[in-house]
């Protein structure tokens, strides 16, 4: 079982940050030059059966490796990406770099690897965001559906643009699941309008399941409703037992986080798939 890293935290920017323009300027200069000087990075969190432990999908998560930084993490450049467009290059890079690996993984070990990658709604609502997924699969000829969209609730704001997209990313056939879910202005009709196959249950949620509750209650409930609607769910922030053995009884089909794995390098990813 592997802990979290004990790393200083701090943000580097915000969107609401006001005080040193100049700070921000720099970084979005450093960040321009991480994609030509290949600093950016997918790191591979599996995501763990909890009926039988086994396994057949990562969430890519993006690193930025940073000679001057060090390793930010996206929380604390992805605002700044949004803010400044740069978002559109850098998801563009995700998807392809995750269709590489599914093709790569494929002919290594013969085995079908479901990646998930997280879209954000400036990328989504690019119009040429459904020919980006598509040239990809057909790039390196993978089966659409070992590729996974995650969506946020964000997304749901503006239903009537975001439903002929999802329905041409199902005609592809990705995958489309819903990250964080709960946690946004969820509309249970958007649940009924989208297709969805998978849903996140929020880590917040998690968290303190097994000691709150309210945040019990809340658990159960997507299980059930991703149930009956015919949905994968998992489960994200799964840290111990404790939170293992009570989305098990309510029949949670799928876990991620620190208990299982960090997110990991490709290299270290591709020794968790020899594992299995
Ligand atoms: P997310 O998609 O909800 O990803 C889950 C976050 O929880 C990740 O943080 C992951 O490292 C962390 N995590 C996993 N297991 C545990 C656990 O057991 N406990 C706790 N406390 N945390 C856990 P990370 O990697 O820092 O990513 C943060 C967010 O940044 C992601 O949240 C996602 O919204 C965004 N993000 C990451 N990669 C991309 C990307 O390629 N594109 C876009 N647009 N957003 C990304
Ligand atoms: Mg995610
Ligand atoms: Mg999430
Ligand atoms: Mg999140």
Redesign the pocket.
């Known amino acids: 079982r592997v802990k ?1 890293r004990g790393k200083a935290h701090y943000q580097f920017y915000r969107s609401d940050m006001t005080s040193s323009l100049s700070n921000v300027i720099s970084l979005e200069t450093k960040l321009r030059k991480a994609i030509q000087k290949k600093e950016l990075k ?2 591979y ?1 599996p995501q763990i059966d909890l009926n039988g432990y086994t396994f057949n999908s990562f ?4 690193r930025w490796e940073s000679l001057s930084l060090g390793v930010v ?3 604390d450049f ?1 605002p700044l990406a949004e803010d400044t467009g740069l ?1 559109i290059s ?2 563009n890079w ?1 998807i392809e770099t995750a269709c590489e690996q599914i093709k790569v993984w494929k002919a290594l070990y013969n085995k079908d690897v479901r990646i998930a ?4 709604p400036k ?1 989504f609502q690019q119009p040429n965001f459904i020919e980006v997924i598509r040239t990809s699969i057909q790039k390196f000829k993978i089966k659409p559906s070992m590729l996974e969209i ?1 969506i ?1 609730e964000g997304l749901m704001g503006n239903i009537k643009e975001a439903i002929p997209i999802l329905r041409k990313l199902k005609e592809l056939d990705v995958i489309i699941s819903v ?2 879910f709960g946690t946004g202005y969820s509309s249970l009709s958007y649940i009924k309008q989208f297709p969805i196959d998978v849903l ?1 249950i929020d ?1 917040s949620f998690v968290k303190d399941v097994v000691t709150n509750a309210k945040d019990a209650a809340i658990t159960t409930t997507i299980i059930h409703l991703g149930q009956n609607l015919g949905m994968e769910v998992i489960a ?4 111990n037992k404790e939170q293992e053995d009570f989305l098990k009884k309510a029949n949670c089909q799928k876990a ?4 299982y794995s ?2 990991l390098t490709c290299e270290a990813a591709e020794q968790f798939l020899r594992g299995f």
């Open positions: 979290e997918l790191y969190q969430e890519a998560l993006l993490a996206p929380n992805i978002i850098i998801g995700v990658v997280n879209i954000s990328q995650e946020t990250d964080d996140k880590q994200e922030g799964v840290e991620q986080g620190y208990y960090k997110p």
